[in-house]
């Protein structure tokens, strides 16, 4: 009878012991899947925060041009293809929508490939100021300048902050066992938001004056 009820006890025991390893287990993983779930959601809004930067600079660029055109085309309106260029790659840029709220790979493609166009134009304008040393002494070329190259530091440091939580938020849902998780809630990759090399964004055009 002792060894019966020091046998129920032992198995008892071990019955408790098994209970609290099971309810530590669901307790260990539960707290897992937040600490993850949220992480994953720290990842997600900071990469479209970041975006949203980008998408302000990019705006602000946008309003520089046509006053930096016109300032150029008091000194040389000759030089009609060059404003044409500028004008319609500025055109086709402000048309490419990027919802922060939903990125989709298509829309950084667009975006980039636009902005590309757009850079590779200005890099053209701010050429012909070159040869005009009247132009470039101009108090308010010379303000527009300064503007652009403070607008294009701006968005290169929005889009290195960018495509760093895009990194941080890649490796996440690629490591296990974060990746369980990512793929257990649907949460997906954001794409890289990546110029061409030589673009204005990747070299800031510089003016001697």
Sequence with gaps: MWYNLSTVIKVTSLKIMLTWIIVGGIVVFGGYVIFAYNNFVKLTQRAKEAWADIDVQLKRRYDLIPNLIETVKGYAAHERGVFEEVTEARAKATQVHVDPTNITPEQITAMAGAEDALSASLGKLLAVAEAYPDLKANQNFAQLQSELTDTENKIQAARRFYN???????????????????????FKEEQFFELAEGSVEREVPKVSF
């Excluded at 998780?181 to 649907?186: A, Q, S, T, Y």
């Design 164 to 186: 760093g939580n895009v990194r941080d938020l890649k490796i996440a849902l690629q490591s296990f066992p974060s990746n369980i998780i990512g793929g257990m809630f649907n």
